[in-house]
């Protein structure tokens, strides 16, 4: 991590891409609905497929990083 007196630099390109990931948007936009008090609903089926889907997105991203890291608890792969 390169740091400057003390202080990490933020790179704001990174907290972008994070910030622009459909899952974190999605979370943006229940904090929002809820903030506004909406009475936004979501129809029975859709919930069980959000789940699905963000159990299959984070085990894709996580596996794509096993992959590609060459050490992992010691064993090269």
């Not at 984070?58 to 590609?68: A, C, R, V």
Request: proline residues 6%; hydrophobic residues 55%; charged residues 10%.
């Amino acid at each position: 991590m390169n740091m400057h007196k003390g202080a990490p630099i933020i790179n704001i390109n990174i907290i972008l891409q994070n910030m622009l990931n459909l899952p974190v948007l999605f979370f943006f936009l229940g904090i929002l609905a809820v903030s506004l008090n909406s009475e936004l609903t979501v129809p029975q089926p859709l919930p069980k497929l959000f789940s699905l889907y963000l159990l299959i997105a984070i085990s894709l991203h996580g596996g794509d990083e096993l992959f590609y890291d060459n050490n992992i608890l010691g064993i090269r792969i």
